[in-house]
C-alpha cells in the first residue's frame, strides 16, 4: 500500500495570498498517477489535478500541480474566498487507492 | 453531463447491512468502473473498493474484504455497495465516484482518477 503524508495539516492564509501544499508518497506512485480533490463543507469531493500536473475540466489557473515520484505540491497562486476547503491528494494507479489525509486552507 | 446519483440516507441497527446504489447517466456505463469511498464524521476520504462496469471485475480494500460485496446492473446504469455486519463506527458518508481501470492475473490498477463523484448517502449506525 502506497502511504501517502500530506503537509502541513492546516495552512492560515488570507485571500490573495500563495498557499503550496505538499504530497510525500511512502513508495513511487506510477506513471505519476496523482491526483488532488477539494473537498468544502457538505460537498463531495472534486477532481482539480490528475497525472500530477494536469488541470481538470473547467479548474481554473490558479490551481496547478507538480512532482513526480515521491514528491508532489498543489500551488494556488492567489487565494480566492472560495478556495478555502480541504485538500487530498489520491494515488489511482496501483491498488489500494489510497488518499493522503487532507490539508486545510483556511482563513 | 455526467451524474451520479445516491440513494438516500439510512438508519442501521449494529449488525444490520445496508446497500448503497448509485445510478450514472450522462457517459457510456461500460466503459469506465465505480469506486466507493467512506468519510466518517469529520474525518478523511477512506477508498473501499472498485468494480469494473465492463466485466464486473472488483477490487476491495483489505479492511472491507468479507465485509462488502459491490455490484453493477448495467441494464440500468446503477451500482451498488452493501456493506454488512455494520458497527458503529461504520456511521459515515458513502460516496460512489466514476473510475476507469482494469484488472489482469488478479491484480488491479487504475487509469484514471476520479472525475465525477456522487452526492452521498449517509449512513448512520445506531442502536
Known amino acids: 500500500e502506497i502511504v501517502l503524508t500530506q503537509s502541513p495539516g492546516t495552512l492560515s492564509l488570507s485571500p490573495g495570498e500563495r498557499a503550496t501544499l505538499s504530497c510525500r508518497a511512502g513508495r513511487s506512485v506510477s506513471s505519476n498517477y496523482l491526483a488532488w480533490y477539494q473537498q468544502k463543507p457538505d460537498q463531495a469531493p472534486r477532481l482539480l489535478i490528475y497525472?500530477?500536473?494536469r488541470r481538470a475540466t473547467g479548474i481554473p489557473d490558479r490551481f496547478s500541480g507538480s512532482g513526480s515520484g515521491t514528491d508532489f505540491t498543489l500551488t494556488i497562486s492567489r487565494l480566492e474566498p472560495e478556495d478555502f476547503a480541504v485538500y487530498y491528494c489520491q494515488q489511482y494507479g496501483s491498488s489500494p487507492w489510497t488518499f493522503g489525509q487532507g490539508t486545510k486552507v483556511e482563513i | 453531463q455526467v451524474q451520479l446519483v445516491q440513494s438516500g440516507a439510512e438508519v442501521k441497527k449494529p449488525g444490520a447491512s445496508v446497500k448503497v446504489s448509485c445510478k450514472a447517466s450522462?457517459?457510456?456505463?461500460?466503459?469506465?468502473?465505480i469506486s466507493w469511498v467512506r468519510q466518517a464524521p469529520g474525518q478523511g476520504l477512506e477508498w473501499m473498493g472498485w468494480i469494473s462496469a465492463y466485466n464486473g471485475d472488483t477490487d476491495y480494500a483489505q479492511k472491507f474484504q468479507g465485509r462488502v460485496t459491490m455490484t453493477t446492473d448495467t441494464s440500468t446504469s446503477t451500482a451498488y455497495m452493501e456493506l454488512r455486519s455494520l458497527r458503529s463506527d461504520d456511521t459515515a458518508v458513502f460516496y460512489c465516484a466514476r473510475a476507469k481501470g482494469y484488472c489482469t492475473n488478479g491484480v488491479c490498477f487504475g487509469l484514471e482518477p476520479f472525475d465525477s463523484w456522487g452526492q452521498g448517502t449517509l449512513v448512520t449506525v445506531s442502536s
Open positions: 450522462g457517459y457510456t456505463f461500460t466503459s469506465y468502473g
Open positions: 497525472g500530477a500536473s
